[in-house]
């Protein structure tokens, strides 16, 4: 008789911690004498034609604590669906039809996805047009309702606090005004967090919006004080009070969010004559191996995904709660994107020890 077969694919940007969630599920499946099937290349393993991989305990051995994704993935392609009310999309009937057929050819008793806000819309989609789906959700950014945190943050709020250890000590030599720009397009949970932990002294997050002004009577003021140095942390997607998110064109055409240390820069300098320098940390953040808790993270909601294929619990999502791992409504993790609340604990922790967030 043939094994039951499950398969996995990784989609959307990747991040640190993915390979901990196939090591975890391949394991889990092993257990239960089931075959794990990984799809290369996000969803468009489902269609290529490309036969899945079958992932056993020896194959993935010796990858949990790596970054980045044995399996590959893209964020374009056949499957465009984008996240949320704010960009819905939808799968083309044609494809739907040959990846229910890839279901049928292989005899998937489920589908394990692993991806953001974009990846599980089409997986909700998948789900909804009757195929056993269950979602893993991950993304540097934090941004995905229904979960309190995904693996790949605490990973890349590590690269900006030590990033900025590194930026303070030669800021500090030079009494410079240095300028960190963190990834987080509509969420600061980075920029934030890596802030605080480096010791940021002004933070700027796409939740609160900035006055140009109030950041430069900050450097202004901290020059008066005596102070060796002012360290800003930016996120790319943080914007001044009376405009718009900053972007550029990318080396391929498109207009991509960035950019916004460089106008800080010029700005502070202008209004002030400080020696100002930048740093974008760009997909820095995203590469490298993940962190204790992410590996941590990562490795329970693999466990859990296949206990939820086991269960027969399709349309769920696995979701880190309370320090537990839980199960949440796919549907729930798409409807709307979790941002920093401006009056959060850690926003007046912040600003009582005397962060400026630019407002
Ligand atoms: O979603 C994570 C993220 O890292 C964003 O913060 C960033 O803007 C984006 O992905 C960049 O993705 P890519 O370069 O892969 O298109």
């Known amino acids: 008789m043939q094994p039951t077969r499950v398969g996995i694919l990784t989609s959307g940007g990747d991040c640190?911690?993915?390979?901990?969630?196939?090591t975890a599920a391949s394991r889990c499946a092993e257990k239960r004498g089931w075959d794990l099937l990984g799809f290369c290349?996000?969803?468009?393993?489902?269609?290529?034609?490309t036969p899945p991989r079958l992932l056993?305990?020896?194959?993935?051995s010796g990858i949990m604590h790596t970054g980045g994704t044995i399996l590959g993935t893209v964020n374009r392609g056949h499957f465009i669906s984008r996240g949320g009310p704010r960009n819905a999309g939808f799968i083309p009937p044609e494809i739907i039809?040959?990846?229910?057929?890839?279901f049928e050819e292989l005899n998937l008793r489920g589908l394990i996805v692993v991806g953001g806000d974009g990846s599980l819309n089409t997986a909700l989609q998948l789900h909804q047009a009757g195929m056993p789906i269950v979602g893993v959700p991950k993304t540097i950014d934090n941004d995905l309702e229904a979960t309190a945190m995904t693996f790949?943050?605490?990973?890349?709020?590590e690269c900006v606090g030590s990033a900025l250890d590194r930026?303070?000590?030669?800021?500090?030599?030079?009494?410079?005004v240095m300028v960190l720009e963190a990834m987080g397009r509509h969420a600061g949970w980075i920029a934030l967090h890596g802030g605080v932990a480096g010791g940021a002294d002004i933070i700027l997050i796409p939740e609160i919006p900035f006055d140009f002004d109030k950041i430069v009577a900050e450097v202004v003021r901290r020059d008066k004080e005596g102070a060796a140095c002012t360290m800003i942390v930016a996120a790319e997607g943080a914007a001044p009070l009376s405009g718009r998110q900053f972007r550029h064109r990318s080396a391929s055409g498109d207009k991509r969010l960035?950019?916004?240390?460089?106008?800080?820069?010029r700005e502070i300098t202008a209004r002030t004559s400080r020696d100002v320098r930048t740093c974008v940390l760009g997909h820095l953040q995203r590469g490298g191996a993940p962190t204790m808790t992410d590996r941590i993270l990562a490795t329970c909601f693999g466990v859990r995904a296949v206990e939820l294929v086991a269960e027969g619990k399709f349309g769920t999502m696995v979701s880190h709660k309370d320090h537990r791992t839980v199960d949440a409504p796919l549907?729930?993790?798409?409807?709307?994107?979790?941002?920093?609340?401006?009056?959060s604990h850690l926003v007046l922790a912040a600003r009582a020890v005397g962060i400026s967030f630019g407002d």
């Open 56 to 60: 056993s305990r020896k194959e993935t």
């Open 258 to 265: 960035g950019g916004i240390s460089d106008v800080l820069a």
């Open 152 to 157: 790949g943050f605490d990973s890349a709020v």
């Open 16 to 22: 640190p911690g993915l390979n901990a969630v196939i």
């Open 331 to 343: 549907a729930d993790a798409v409807q709307r994107m979790r941002k920093v609340d401006p009056s």
């Open 97 to 102: 039809g040959r990846t229910r057929r890839t």
């Open 167 to 176: 930026l303070h000590t030669t800021a500090t030599s030079h009494k410079r």
């Open 41 to 49: 290349d996000g969803f468009e393993g489902l269609i290529s034609g």
